[in-house]
């Protein structure tokens, strides 16, 4: 089970935009998730007519590998590190580790 998945919010832990906040957008791979509003470049766009689009300088969000976020707990209002708990149903659920609270999404 994935511990960090789409729509989760996240918090950068370490890196040139630590104590970042936003929401997981997509997971690029198993190690990589870009993240809104997190490691954003410059990118040199050259104009295609045929296309559309108009060239220029676009800023665009990057890729950022899924050691250097953890998710935010809403009740601490920190990062938090994540687990897998097993119901007794069976179903997989994920947790937050300092608290033992379940991961709502």
């Known amino acids: 089970m994935k511990r960090i ?9 370490t890196g040139r935009d ?3 906040r ?7 791979d198993d190690n990589h998730v870009v993240v ?3 490691n954003r470049v410059k990118k040199h766009m050259r104009p295609n007519p045929m296309k559309g689009v108009q060239g220029g ?3 665009k969000d990057m890729p950022i ?3 250097n976020v953890a998710l935010f ?7 938090d590190r994540v687990g897998v708990k097993q119901l007794d149903d ?4 994920r947790v937050f580790k300092s608290n033992g609270e379940q991961v709502e999404a």
């Open 5 to 13: 998945k789409k729509g989760d919010e996240v918090i950068v832990i």
């Open 18 to 20: 630590k104590g970042k």
């Open 22 to 28: 936003g929401a997981v957008l997509r997971r690029v």
């Open 36 to 38: 809104e509003g997190v």
């Open 57 to 59: 300088i676009v800023e």
């Open 65 to 67: 590998h899924i050691s």
């Open 73 to 79: 707990n809403p009740a601490t209002q920190k990062a």
């Open 90 to 93: 069976g179903r997989k659920v």
